[in-house]
């Protein structure tokens, strides 16, 4: 069962006509979307409530769809598994970082696109940091969600990856180098998210981020010598 999956009208329910022969209310479909999405993040609010309050693991998914005041396969309806009602925000991030990216000109060096993706997506993460805080502390508490998280960063890098690799078109071993460059990429928002969330002063995500990212573009400079070389002048 996907995440995305959610309660279903039946065909044609709510766009015929009536019998008075009135036109369908144009409005109506925002308005179900809208209670969807109003019941999605009930949930989110509800288990991340529960988790703060007594730990990943002590939490039932009968209680969070009790909190939320909806019923258990309403839930499921939402959400495939309990982790997912906490990660599932990571997915939305990932998605908007891989728009953010795929949007960049095609002709534009490419870490010159992630420099300004990642600006994207740290404004993101930028916008609620409490509750990024707390969720990086319940994932830290539970083995198991840290696994589930770490496969999601796994996910984060392949999907950047195959966005990248249409932009090293003709490169040798074109599809080594679009993992590494993302494997790279997906290694600075680890270090920059630990450093900014670690902070207690008034930075901001994308500071962090940025200079990260310059860190690893400095090393990245061609005039600067590999480690090949550098190896051989010491053992001269």
């Known amino acids: 069962m996907s995440n995305s999956t959610q309660t279903q009208l039946a065909p044609g329910v709510g766009d015929a006509p009536s019998a008075a022969g009135r036109e369908p209310n144009p409005?109506?479909?925002?308005?179900?979307?809208?209670?969807?999405?109003?019941?999605?993040e009930r949930l989110k609010q509800a288990a991340f409530h529960l988790f703060t309050?007594?730990?990943?693991d002590e939490v039932t998914?009968?209680?969070?769809?009790?909190?939320?005041?909806?019923?258990?396969?309403?839930?499921?309806?939402?959400?495939?598994?309990?982790?997912d009602l906490l990660?599932?925000?990571?997915?939305?991030?990932?998605?908007?970082?891989l728009h953010a990216m795929a949007d960049r000109p095609r002709d534009e060096p490419?870490?010159?696109?992630?420099?300004?993706?990642?600006?994207?997506?740290a404004a993101d993460y930028q916008a609620d940091r409490v509750r990024a805080v707390q969720r990086n502390r319940i994932i830290a508490e539970c083995p198991s969600l840290a696994a589930?998280?770490?496969?999601?960063?796994?996910?984060?890098?392949d999907g950047l990856a195959a966005v990248i690799l249409?932009?090293?078109?003709?490169?040798a071993d074109a599809a080594t180098r679009a993992a590494v460059l993302a494997a790279a990429a997906m290694a600075v928002v680890r270090v920059?998210?630990?450093?900014?969330?670690?902070?207690?002063?008034?930075?901001?995500?994308?500071?962090?981020?940025?200079?990260?990212?310059?860190?690893?573009?400095?090393?990245?400079?061609?005039?600067?010598?590999?480690?090949?070389?550098?190896?051989?002048?010491?053992?001269?």
């Open 192 to 236: 920059a998210t630990r450093r900014w969330i670690a902070s207690d002063d008034d930075t901001e995500m994308i500071d962090h981020v940025l200079a990260a990212l310059d860190l690893l573009i400095d090393e990245l400079e061609p005039s600067r010598p590999t480690v090949r070389s550098r190896t051989h002048r010491g053992d001269r």
């Open 166 to 171: 249409p932009r090293l078109d003709g490169e």
């Open 110 to 121: 490419v870490l010159a696109s992630l420099r300004a993706a990642l600006q994207s997506m």
């Open 87 to 97: 990660l599932v925000d990571a997915r939305m991030h990932r998605d908007a970082l």
């Open 53 to 56: 309050e007594r730990g990943f």
């Open 61 to 83: 998914v009968d209680e969070i769809a009790d909190r939320a005041e909806v019923s258990k396969s309403t839930l499921f309806r939402y959400f495939e598994t309990k982790e």
């Open 27 to 40: 409005a109506a479909p925002g308005l179900r979307e809208r209670k969807k999405e109003q019941t999605r």
């Open 148 to 157: 589930r998280s770490l496969e999601r960063q796994v996910a984060w890098e």
